[in-house]
Nanobody, 123 residues
Framework: QVQLVESGGGLVRPGGSLRLSCVAS????????MGWYRQAPGKQRELVAT???????NYADSVMGRFTISRDNAKNTLYLQMDSVKPEDTAVYYC?????????????????WGKGTLVTISS
């Protein structure tokens, strides 16, 4: 079981920058992939970016080239650097962690979520 707490959300002007952080606690040694998801008003939750324990990243097309996901495993912290933000980036941003337990043939996994942090892009 992993607990995730996001921070860094707030009001930012279009074109500005913001960095979100997510601190993980609990059974962090079993975390494999971590990611950021977002949910805009009236829309479904969507993937923003993910990063594996070895640093392999994946980005949604909508944020490619503008956002950067990273993690500091020693600090159990996930980051999302948001640059050149747009009004359509406005959403609640959620931190996610996928964990795997046990040997491959009998492994179990689980996904944990933070409660989210609100990012508003407005002039």
């Amino acid at each position: 079981q992993v607990q995730l707490v996001e921070s860094g959300g707030g009001l930012v002007r279009p074109g500005g920058s913001l960095r979100l952080s997510c601190v993980a606690s609990g059974r962090t040694r079993y975390i494999n992939r971590m990611g950021w998801y977002r949910q805009a008003p009236g829309k479904q939750r969507e993937l923003v970016a993910t990063i594996t324990s070895t640093g392999v990243t994946n980005y949604a097309d909508s944020v490619m080239g503008r956002f950067t996901i990273s993690r500091d495993n020693a600090k159990n912290t996930l980051y999302l650097q948001m640059d050149s933000v747009k009004p359509e980036d406005t959403a609640v941003y959620y931190c996610n962690a996928d964990s795997t337990y046990g040997a491959a043939v009998e492994s179990t996994g689980r996904t944990d979520w933070g409660k989210g942090t609100l990012v508003t892009i407005s002039s």
